[in-house]
């Protein structure tokens, strides 16, 4: 059973970079029949895809988000990682990783504030 786990600040102050880690256990990141993505929902709003790494650790991002998207992982902790560059308020959500195939995290909330 795969089981995703996100880490990262809480707090994010207006124009910094949004960092957040997802640990995976119960498989490896770099299989090849493994899709990885990051989700976020702001409050009140639907889901919105952000982007997704697969086992050759090509990337493919969300068009509306793709200038400040960046998403990578090591292979040698099971972890990939999201990097939301330049942020607003906008931006507050509660942040997921998640394999396709319905597994997710728990989620983690992410404020823009000063």
């Known amino acids: 059973q795969v089981q995703l786990q996100e880490s990262g600040p809480g707090l994010v102050k207006p124009s910094e970079t949004l960092s957040l880690t997802c640990t995976v256990s119960?498989?490896?990141?770099?299989?090849?029949?493994?899709?990885w993505m990051w989700i976020r929902q702001p409050p009140g709003k639907g889901l919105e895809w952000m982007g997704r790494?697969?086992?050759?650790?090509?990337?493919y991002y969300s068009p509306s988000l793709k200038s400040r998207t960046s998403i990578s992982w090591d292979t040698s902790k099971n972890q990939f990682s999201l990097q939301l560059s330049s942020v607003n308020p906008e931006d507050t959500a509660v942040y997921y990783c998640?394999?396709?195939?319905?597994?997710w995290g728990q989620g983690t909330q992410v404020t823009v504030s000063s």
């Open positions: 998640a394999l396709w195939g319905g597994y």
């Open positions: 119960g498989g490896s990141i770099t299989s090849d029949t493994y899709v």
């Open positions: 790494i697969v086992y050759d650790g090509s990337t």
